[in-house]
């Protein structure tokens, strides 16, 4: 047995990824890192006891290379007498649908694949190729995006007691020496060299950058880290876990649909959950973040960290019949000697008294990639265009500004309406302002500014579309990708 396969069995025994007797289905695209992995677990099956399956995807987004690879993990499933399946899946259509990325909307359907072809196989695990080198990419592009530390612990080896990463502590660089020694043949994914998708920016660009200029074991660096705060990671769930057994009070149907998410989501309205603050103010101000971020997830929420902060003052203060408004009508309440979470008028974008006529709130919306997003409840669409480089030159731009240096930010972006304290530097401007004095000075009506349309990329606002872009946004002479907002009536 070679050392990268004893190395690797290891691992899968010491942290129980597979168990004698049980089939598991892997992924194999035709990489590296998956072709590696399949020549890997049929050397280990053996001793492990367990048997083998492949699986490939294609994804419609690259026809010219799906055939190759396809042939290439069908023979080596052939050679090595295992069943293999294939699948295609819509991603385009998916993303645009969803309103998601590329890259999360192939992930999506990818993951789906597998699941259904594993339940129809009968396999009980998923194994996918993920390499150190990914799991150092994955820590790095969440602290860009903006994470806590449960998302800072990376990727784990098994996820969902389903899909298991076997290569996760093994670095590409062994990898593909493995690889050559056994003369292994695999294809490269011609998408992992365009630099569109801020992981490949973060891989091609930024991690060289960093080990060349700051530290050379950058990577291994980023590893342990998220390997030491995985290991937190487990104690703090533990104690949030038994913390939200003791301050959580609610109708049965509530905790008994916490595990199925969808289904939950689609009845959650009709549901509420109270929290007993007395309970809740007295742990740890970790835990109770990590219990906010729960609450907002078992109904139907996925809450930002500015919502959290928000969500923690409302408890804090613990002031009777002060409220949040959370996304798609879910209110956060103080009710006597607890926070309540309901749908008090069900879903949809309400603000204000519940006694009170309804207004319209604007919707919260991703903007994943560029293209037109329609508002029919605003009676508005955004646009989001790439532009060549040589309309930036016509001198047709807008004294309000509508173009955008897009190297300065990574999709997506967010489209939302204002919120107390924002703050932007208006395009020309000395400096920085809040928003609502701006919009006063814009001579726009009270009434009416909850309706402005703000973009932001994470928590950085870049625009107002249609009034005024972020002036650290704007195009300059070294500028080389422009993109364009516009805010316009539905036709």
Same mark, same amino acid.
């Given at each position: 047995?070679?050392?990268?396969?004893?190395?690797?069995?290891?691992?899968? $025994?010491?942290?129980?990824?597979?168990?004698?007797?049980?089939?598991?289905?892997?992924?194999?695209?035709? =990489?590296?890192?998956?072709?590696?992995?399949?020549?890997?677990?049929?050397?280990?099956?053996?001793?492990?006891?367990?048997?083998?399956?492949?699986?490939?995807?294609?994804?419609?987004?690259?026809?010219?290379?799906?055939?190759?690879?396809?042939? +290439?993990? *069908?023979?080596?499933?052939?050679?090595?007498?295992?069943?293999?399946?294939?699948?295609?899946?819509?991603?385009?259509?998916?993303?645009?649908?969803?309103?998601?990325?590329?890259?999360?909307?192939?992930?999506? !359907?990818?993951? &789906?694949?597998?699941?259904?072809?594993?339940?129809?196989?009968?396999?009980?695990?998923?194994?996918?190729?993920?390499?150190? &080198?990914?799991?150092?990419?994955?820590? +790095? +592009?969440?602290?860009?995006? =903006?994470?806590?530390?449960?998302?800072?612990?990376?990727?784990?080896?098994?996820?969902? *007691?389903?899909?298991?990463?076997?290569?996760?502590?093994?670095?590409?660089?062994?990898?593909?020496?493995?690889?050559?020694?056994?003369?292994?043949?695999?294809? $490269?994914?011609?998408?992992?060299?365009?630099?569109?998708?801020?992981?490949?920016?973060?891989?091609?660009?930024?991690?060289?950058? +960093?080990?060349?200029?700051?530290?050379?074991?950058?990577?291994?660096?980023?590893?342990?880290?998220?390997?030491? !705060?995985?290991?937190?990671?487990?104690?703090?769930?533990?104690?949030?876990?038994?913390?939200?057994?003791?301050?959580? %009070?609610?109708?049965?149907?509530?905790?008994?649909?916490?595990?199925?998410?969808?289904?939950?989501?689609?009845?959650?309205?009709?549901?509420?959950?109270?929290?007993?603050?007395?309970?809740?103010?007295?742990?740890?101000?970790?835990?109770?973040?990590?219990?906010?971020?729960?609450?907002?997830?078992?109904?139907?929420?996925?809450?930002?960290?500015? $919502?959290?902060?928000?969500?923690?003052?409302?408890?804090?203060?613990?002031?009777? =019949?002060?409220?949040?408004?959370?996304?798609?009508?879910?209110?956060?309440?103080?009710?006597?000697?607890?926070?309540?979470?309901?749908?008090?008028?069900?879903?949809?974008?309400?603000?204000?008294?519940?006694?009170?006529?309804?207004?319209?709130?604007?919707?919260?919306?991703?903007?994943?990639?560029?293209?037109?997003?329609?508002?029919?409840?605003?009676?508005? @669409?955004?646009?989001?265009?790439?532009?060549?480089? %040589? &309309?930036? @030159?016509?001198?047709?731009?807008?004294?309000?500004?509508?173009?955008?240096? %897009?190297?300065?930010?990574?999709?997506?972006?967010?489209?939302?309406?204002?919120?107390?304290?924002?703050?932007?530097?208006?395009?020309?401007?000395?400096?920085?302002?809040?928003?609502?004095?701006?919009?006063? &000075? $814009?001579?726009?009506?009270?009434?009416?500014?909850?309706?402005?349309?703000?973009?932001?990329?994470?928590?950085?606002?870049?625009?107002?579309?249609?009034?005024?872009?972020?002036?650290?946004?704007?195009?300059?002479?070294?500028?080389?990708?422009?993109?364009?907002?516009?805010?316009?009536?539905?036709?």
């Amino acid at each position: 047995m070679q050392p990268l396969e004893k190395e690797i069995l290891e691992l899968i $025994q010491r942290e129980n990824l597979t168990r004698s007797g049980e089939k598991v289905l892997i992924g194999v695209s035709g =990489g590296p890192d998956s072709i590696g992995l399949l020549h890997v677990m049929v050397q280990l099956a053996p001793a492990l006891n367990i048997t083998l399956a492949a699986a490939y995807v294609d994804h419609g987004l690259r026809p010219e290379e799906t055939e190759q690879e396809k042939n +290439l993990v *069908g023979a080596a499933a052939e050679n090595f007498g295992l069943d293999f399946f294939t699948g295609s899946i819509d991603v385009r259509n998916y993303a645009k649908e969803q309103k998601i990325s590329i890259e999360h909307g192939a992930r999506l !359907l990818r993951y &789906d694949f597998f699941k259904k072809t594993a339940a129809e196989w009968g396999a009980a695990r998923i194994a996918v190729g993920h390499t150190a &080198d990914d799991q150092a990419e994955e820590v +790095l +592009l969440r602290l860009i995006r =903006g994470t806590a530390r449960k998302g800072l612990s990376g990727m784990k080896t098994l996820r969902d *007691g389903r899909i298991i990463r076997p290569l996760l502590r093994t670095p590409k660089s062994i990898l593909l020496a493995y690889l050559e020694y056994n003369s292994i043949r695999f294809l $490269q994914d011609s998408s992992n060299l365009e630099n569109h998708y801020l992981r490949n920016r973060i891989r091609n660009d930024l991690l060289p950058y +960093l080990a060349e200029h700051f530290n050379p074991d950058i990577r291994q660096t980023l590893i342990r880290t998220a390997n030491i !705060l995985q290991d937190e990671e487990e104690l703090l769930e533990n104690i949030t876990e038994s913390a939200f057994a003791e301050i959580v %009070s609610t109708i049965p149907e509530t905790l008994m649909q916490v595990e199925d998410i969808k289904r939950h989501q689609e009845q959650s309205e009709n549901q509420e959950l109270n929290i007993k603050l007395d309970r809740f103010n007295s742990a740890p101000r970790a835990v109770q973040r990590r219990l906010l971020e729960k609450f907002c997830w078992i109904m139907g929420c996925s809450p930002q960290s500015r $919502q959290i902060e928000h969500l923690l003052q409302l408890a804090i203060q613990n002031t009777l =019949g002060s409220s949040l408004h959370l996304s798609n009508g879910l209110r956060a309440t103080i009710n006597k000697d607890r926070l309540c979470f309901t749908y008090p008028l069900g879903r949809g974008p309400f603000r204000g008294n519940i006694s009170a006529e309804i207004e319209t709130e604007f919707p919260e919306i991703s903007i994943p990639i560029p293209g037109i997003y329609e508002l029919p409840q605003l009676g508005k @669409k955004l646009l989001v265009e790439n532009v060549a480089e %040589s &309309d930036t @030159k016509t001198g047709e731009i807008f004294p309000t500004g509508q173009l955008l240096d %897009s190297a300065l930010f990574s999709f997506p972006l967010v489209l939302r309406g204002p919120r107390s304290g924002d703050r932007f530097h208006p395009l020309g401007a000395p400096g920085s302002k809040k928003i609502s004095n701006f919009l006063s &000075d $814009q001579k726009i009506e009270r009434a009416d500014r909850g309706l402005v349309p703000i973009l932001c990329a994470d928590e950085s606002i870049l625009a107002l579309p249609g009034l005024r872009i972020d002036h650290r946004y704007r195009i300059t002479e070294k500028t080389t990708h422009v993109i364009r907002v516009s805010w316009e009536d539905l036709a």
